[in-house]
């Protein structure tokens, strides 16, 4: 067995409770022991109160102790640990794996997904990016990210941080096109639900092709009348931001990307 | 039976030709008559050659005429035409109903998707935008629609050229984002297929959600070290402006969309 505590109460945290606990059921040899929260309340609906602690002075020894916090708690908070020498990993995608205090041994256990609260995901296509100091606690951080997820990746603090990068490109930003889609869609009475096939589409071709040999439309194909017509219809001046910095981006580095 | 023929041999027309043969050959109501293109050998890969023609004037009568072609030959083409008062309708996403010559019944059949030459995709998931100038012609497009995909919308002229400006809101500019998102991950000696679960919960969560309700990341919880951290990270300067506006736009739009 692998025992395992995690520290928080978040949205990632609770997505790994459930994982774990679903996990342990079926017979995994990950042992969930323990959770620590500051407020015991968020996490009764999951755990028996017994499992909760809200005093680190309380924690077992494990295998592996999991901080999945805030950012900007995770230096301190692991500077509060009561104990030495023993495996303590973050979940950030941000922050570098010298973030953990030096009393422990450090790690990365980083899961590559965007969580909404309350939503339970399939960690099993959740890729895991994983670091350590040294390759017997990457064993550790393997065999756990193995049995919880089919994509295991070794990503060191720089790389996270370029792919942290990268996700915001991907991610949020893509997040914020859809938001405008649904602007103008809500604007004119379209049902947003209309785009979805191709949203769905634009990620599987990007990933079937690549996002260069998969670009298409106007701005590619340098044509300047629909263009003239997409600017002359958005009148909303962010849209027309937007529309007219993305369009000269895909025409001066779409084909060199 | 609803006779269809065909005008082109791109993209859009080949993969409306193939999805009427495989309807054919399950029996439905649709014959594919005739397809017409100036180049013949572009279709003998598909088609019998005396399904193909490359005169107008050889194009018998039937109940709808589909104009697949690039969008400045559909004005010119349709004028070409040698017969009146039949059904004529574009699959353009960009042109409106009137752009059909008069001598003919004006009708709009548009499938919202990202064609790519040579993969087959399945119709019954792909849109299908219908216009025509009245019921009767109207329900000509909508049983050839309905028998080929689950998603028939009534979409006219004005919404059209709407829906065409926010499919490239979420399909081209979001491909850029992912070419972005791609060059970072080649930079930094990373495989790109990391990010496509992420890639696809970006749209499923924008769909079950709305893309307001999913934006997550550091402008819109306004994370002013985070931001600090990627603009400090990005040497690129195009990825770098892209970044800056994206930004700003989130924090300026991203809750009040």
Redesign the interface.
């Known amino acids: 067995m692998i025992k395992v505590s995690i520290i928080g109460s978040g949205n990632v945290a609770q997505q790994l409770i459930t994982t774990f606990q679903n996990l342990e059921k079926s017979g995994s040899e990950i042992e969930l022991v323990q959770v620590f929260s500051r407020k015991k309340e968020s996490l009764t609906h999951l755990l028996h109160s017994e499992q909760i602690i809200s005093d680190l002075d309380d924690l077992q020894e494990v295998d592996l102790y999991l901080i999945a916090i805030s ?2 708690a995770i230096e301190s908070l692991s500077g509060e640990l009561p104990f030495k020498n023993r495996l303590v990993a973050h979940t950030s995608g ?1 922050m570098p794996l010298t973030i953990v205090n030096d009393n422990n041994r450090k790690g990365v256990f980083y899961p ?3 969580f ?1 609260k309350g ?1 339970a ?1 399939d960690f099993k ?3 895991i ?1 994983l670091e350590a100091e040294n390759p017997t606690d990457y064993q550790v951080l393997n065999r756990v990210a193995k049995i919880i997820s089919d ?1 295991v ?1 070794a ?1 060191n603090s ?2 996270r ?25 809500t ?17 599987q ?8 040999e ?7 194909r340098n044509d300047q ?2 263009i003239a ?2 600017e002359a ?2 009148t909303n001046k ?1 849209q027309l ?3 007219k ?2 369009t000269q ?2 025409q ?3 084909k060199k ?1």
């Open positions: 950012d900007d941000s590559l997904q965007t909404t939503i995901v296509q959740i890729p990016c994509k990746y990503i720089d790389q941080k370029a792919l942290h990068v990268a996700a915001v490109f991907v991610n949020n930003f893509t997040n914020h096109l859809f938001a405008i889609g649904n602007e103008i869609c604007e004119n009475q379209i049902p947003f639900e209309i785009l979805k096939p191709l949203m769905e589409e634009t990620v071709k990007a990933q079937t092709l690549s996002p260069e998969a670009q298409t439309g106007p701005a590619i009348k629909t017509a997409h219809f958005l962010n931001k937007l529309y910095i993305l981006s895909i001066e580095n779409g990307l």
